[in-house]
């Protein structure tokens, strides 16, 4: 069993840091997502979000996470089938 922050290191290590699209990847509550419309963000970028956690016997905790992956669309959408790829 690994910690959390070792899980959350592991995944943008192996993971995201390779990926040839993902420009940035975070992790937190979705009210921690940003307003993006007042930041230079990077796209595409992965968010990843706890979404429950299991106190176990021995002091052990299960995560379920949800992983949000976020683009810009374009305003004649000619980007919908990229992103939704």
């Not at 993971?15 to 930041?39: A, C, L, S, W």
């Given at each position: 069993?690994?910690?959390?922050?070792?899980?959350?290191?592991?995944?943008?290590?192996?993971?995201?840091?390779?990926?040839?699209?993902?420009?940035?990847?975070?992790?937190?509550?979705?009210?921690?997502?940003?307003?993006?419309?007042?930041?230079?963000?990077?796209?595409?970028?992965?968010?990843?979000?706890?979404?429950?956690?299991?106190?176990?016997?021995?002091?052990?905790?299960?995560y379920d996470v949800r992983m949000y992956f976020l683009d810009?669309?374009?305003?004649d959408l000619s980007n919908e089938r990229d992103i939704l790829?």
């Amino acid at each position: 069993m690994i910690s959390y922050n070792s899980f959350i290191d592991n995944i943008n290590t192996n993971f995201m840091v390779p990926h040839y699209q993902i420009r940035k990847f975070e992790e937190g509550f979705p009210d921690d997502i940003q307003n993006f419309e007042t930041k230079d963000e990077q796209f595409p970028f992965a968010w990843l979000v706890p979404t429950r956690v299991d106190h176990l016997e021995n002091s052990v905790s299960q995560y379920d996470v949800r992983m949000y992956f976020l683009d810009l669309l374009e305003n004649d959408l000619s980007n919908e089938r990229d992103i939704l790829s």
